[in-house]
């Protein structure tokens, strides 16, 4: 286990009961497997879930539209994602930063972008299980978008940012009811984050090396 998984697995408390030995990962794509966390008898358990909701109804399929990220202004009415919500599907993604890319006379610059100190955070997801024809049960998750903060809305055109929860606001998103859960939905202070630019090899994610964290000019 690496310093990295070691802190998250503390600053989360997660019992990694199906996290694979190498799930950290310096590139994840969408429809690759993630480390997430989700709340079974009264534990925090992990698990890998694709990244990429299916809903029930597709059967284990992909859907033909992105369900990578759900906005947190229409999750409770959204056909893709009101049942995980209405039924309180809820799941962290540990984290110690990612990727958005800022468009530049000369093409998108990736930045890496994170908590000022570096410090594990985690994504605000939702889950959800669809069963395909032959009977086996896909498991998947999306991470919920808010408003992006200033810094952030620079590099982002959308100016929509990931739900970044602090290890002290997870209880309430994880355990907590339906209006604890909505209030954890925050955008997270510019003040309290950090972003650089990075190699423009993360553009691929067959490079899935520590060294694309590192700042470029």
Same mark, same amino acid.
């Given at each position: 286990?690496?310093?990295?998984?070691?802190?998250?697995?503390?600053?989360?408390?997660?019992?990694?009961?199906?996290?694979?030995?190498?799930?950290?990962?310096?590139?994840?794509?969408?429809?690759?497997?993630?480390?997430?966390?989700?709340?079974?008898?009264?534990?925090?358990?992990?698990?890998?879930?694709?990244?990429?909701?299916?809903?029930?109804?597709?059967?284990?399929?992909?859907?033909?539209?992105?369900?990578?990220?759900?906005?947190?202004?229409?999750?409770?009415?959204?056909?893709?994602?009101?049942?995980?919500?209405?039924?309180?599907?809820?799941?962290?993604?540990?984290?110690?930063?990612?990727?958005?890319?800022?468009?530049?006379?000369?093409?998108?610059?990736?930045?890496?972008?994170? @908590?000022? &100190? !570096?410090?594990?955070? $985690?994504? =605000?997801? %939702?889950?959800?299980?669809?069963?395909? +024809?032959?009977?086996?049960?896909?498991?998947?998750?999306?991470?919920?978008?808010?408003?992006?903060?200033?810094?952030?809305?620079?590099?982002?055109?959308?100016?929509?940012?990931?739900?970044?929860?602090?290890?002290?606001?997870?209880?309430?998103? @994880?355990? &907590? !009811?339906?209006?604890? $859960?909505? =209030?954890? %939905?925050?955008?997270?202070?510019?003040? +309290?984050?950090?972003?650089?630019?990075?190699?423009?090899?993360?553009?691929?994610?067959?490079?899935?090396?520590?060294?694309?964290?590192?700042?470029?000019?």
């Amino acid at each position: 286990m690496t310093k990295t998984e070691a802190a998250i697995e503390a600053a989360f408390n997660v019992i990694p009961r199906n996290w694979r030995h190498d799930f950290a990962s310096y590139n994840v794509a969408p429809t690759q497997s993630i480390p997430a966390a989700r709340v079974a008898d009264g534990a925090r358990h992990g698990d890998m879930l694709r990244w990429g909701l299916i809903p029930p109804w597709a059967h284990g399929q992909p859907t033909k539209y992105s369900t990578i990220n759900a906005r947190s202004e229409t999750i409770e009415t959204a056909a893709t994602y009101r049942a995980p919500w209405r039924k309180g599907q809820r799941c962290i993604i540990p984290a110690i930063g990612y990727y958005e890319w800022q468009q530049t006379d000369s093409g998108k610059q990736p930045y890496f972008i994170r @908590l000022a &100190g !570096g410090e594990p955070f $985690a994504f =605000a997801g %939702l889950w959800e299980s669809s069963s395909a +024809q032959d009977g086996t049960a896909v498991e998947s998750c999306t991470i919920i978008t808010v408003p992006a903060n200033p810094m952030v809305a620079e590099i982002h055109a959308k100016a929509r940012m990931p739900a970044m929860l602090l290890p002290d606001d997870t209880a309430a998103w @994880l355990e &907590g !009811g339906t209006d604890q $859960a909505r =209030a954890a %939905l925050v955008t997270l202070p510019a003040e +309290q984050m950090d972003a650089y630019p990075v190699s423009t090899r993360v553009n691929s994610p067959r490079n899935n090396e520590a060294t694309l964290l590192e700042r470029v000019a």
